[in-house]
Nanobody, 124 residues
Framework: QVQLVESGGGLVQAGDSLRLSCQASGRNVSYAMAWFRQAPGKEREFVVRSNWYGGATHWLDSVKGRFTISRDDAKNTLYLQMDSLKPEDTAVYYC??????????????????WGQGTQVTVSA
């Protein structure tokens, strides 16, 4: 059984940083994984998707150069480092995994495993 648990969200000011964590069980975080976010009144959108062992990583244009993804294999944890945060980054952030190992798409409908989400609020 796959379980994903996010943590690390909070209330910060514009320009600050946060690091989100996604602790996984039942799935290796080196396989295809993604981070999504959902702002109030908006659809859930992908932030970053990473293929098998980071073979290819794709970013939402608006976060390129500000966010980075990493993992700790010993802890089986995926991280999303968010720098230079903006008010428009305010959302609930989710980590997700598809029901396959190699390829992570940007289509949320292809993901079957989701964490509970962690709230990120960026004030101006």
């Amino acid at each position: 059984q796959v379980q994903l648990v996010e943590s690390g969200g909070g209330l910060v000011q514009a320009g600050d940083s946060l690091r989100l964590s996604c602790q996984a069980s039942g799935r290796n975080v080196s396989y295809a994984m993604a981070w999504f976010r959902q702002a109030p009144g908006k659809e859930r959108e992908f932030v970053v998707r990473s293929n098998w062992y980071g073979g290819a990583t794709h970013w939402l244009d608006s976060v390129k150069g500000r966010f980075t993804i990493s993992r700790d294999d010993a802890k089986n944890t995926l991280y999303l480092q968010m720098d230079s945060l903006k008010p428009e980054d305010t959302a609930v952030y989710y980590c997700a995994a598809p029901n396959r190992d190699y390829y992570a798409s940007s289509d949320r409908n292809e993901y079957v495993y989701w964490g509970q989400g962690t709230q990120v609020t960026v004030s101006a």
